[in-house]
Nanobody, 129 residues
Framework: QVQLVESGGGLVQAGGSLRLSCAAS????????MGWFRQAPGKEREFVAA????????YYADSVKGRFTISRDNAKNTRYLQMNSLKPEDSAVYYC??????????????????????WGQGTQVTVSS
């Protein structure tokens, strides 16, 4: 059974930093692209960042570009989202996600929620002004 478990969320002041982690179990995701999404109350789930299976390609939402960094440690089957210069509008539940199919041959990376099959339970990030 595949499980994705996020950690590292919390309350931080504007301008601060947090590092989210996503630990996977039940499958080794070293050959899969991985993504982070977030959902604020009353809003749709939105793309934050994604990383190719190799880690050589990364993609970011315009709203977080230059402030967030996605990375992965395939040896630990874990992905990370380093969030710097946080703003109140970054407050949301952050979700880690993974596809069901190996992407090492295609090299593609998903940026839409419907391109992902497995989701974590989410971790709350609250940024105070």
């Amino acid at each position: 059974q595949v499980q994705l478990v996020e950690s590292g969320g919390g309350l931080v002041q504007a301008g601060g930093s947090l590092r989210l982690s996503c630990a996977a179990s039940g499958r080794t995701f070293s050959r899969y692209y991985m993504g982070w999404f977030r959902q604020a109350p009353g809003k749709e789930r939105e793309f934050v960042a994604a990383i190719s299976w190799s880690g050589r390609s990364t993609y970011y939402a315009d709203s977080v570009k230059g402030r967030f960094t996605i990375s992965r440690d395939n040896a630990k089957n874990t992905r990370y989202l380093q969030m710097n210069s946080l703003k109140p509008e970054d407050s949301a539940v952050y979700y880690c996600a993974a596809p069901a199919r190996d992407s090492s041959f295609s090299g593609r990376v998903g940026v839409h929620p419907n391109e992902y099959d497995y989701w974590g339970q989410g971790t709350q990030v609250t940024v105070s002004s």
